[in-house]
């Protein structure tokens, strides 16, 4: 059964960089692609980034890109999402979804992903 658990979450001031890893366990291999979404206080889930596992192709959401970096190390069944320049309207909680036998679109129902972690709370204060 695929579990994927986040880490790296936590508090962080404006302007610094925390990076969060999700990792696949269960299976031997990361699947077609792992996406990143959040979810703001009282907003709804979001899509964050995007990257195809073998291609390593990506794709962001509406969200300021040069400030987001997605990637994916295949060896290590983990994916991460470095986050630059925080500001505080990117505190929330950050989910890692996979799909195994789908595409990974950010702009879809949640219920397209079968395979979500736990979640990351990601803190950033003025």
């Known amino acids: 059964q695929v579990q994927l658990l986040e880490s790296g979450g936590g508090s962080a001031q404006t302007g610094e960089s925390l990076t969060l890893s999700c990792t696949v366990s269960g299976v031997s291999y990361m699947g077609n692609c792992m996406a990143w979404f959040r979810q703001q206080p009282g907003k709804e889930r979001e899509g964050v980034a995007v990257i195809y596992v073998n291609n390593g192709a990506t794709e962001y959401g509406d969200i300021d890109v040069g400030r987001f970096t997605i990637t994916r190390d295949k060896s290590k069944l983990t994916g991460y999402l470095q986050m630059k320049s925080l500001k505080p309207e990117d505190t929330a909680v950050y989910y890692c979804?996979?799909?195994?036998?789908?595409?990974?679109?950010?702009?879809?129902?949640?219920?397209?992903?079968?395979?979500w972690g736990q979640g990351t709370q990601v803190t950033v204060s003025a």
């Open positions: 979804a996979v799909q195994y036998d789908r595409n990974c679109p950010l702009r879809v129902a949640l219920t397209w992903y079968r395979n």
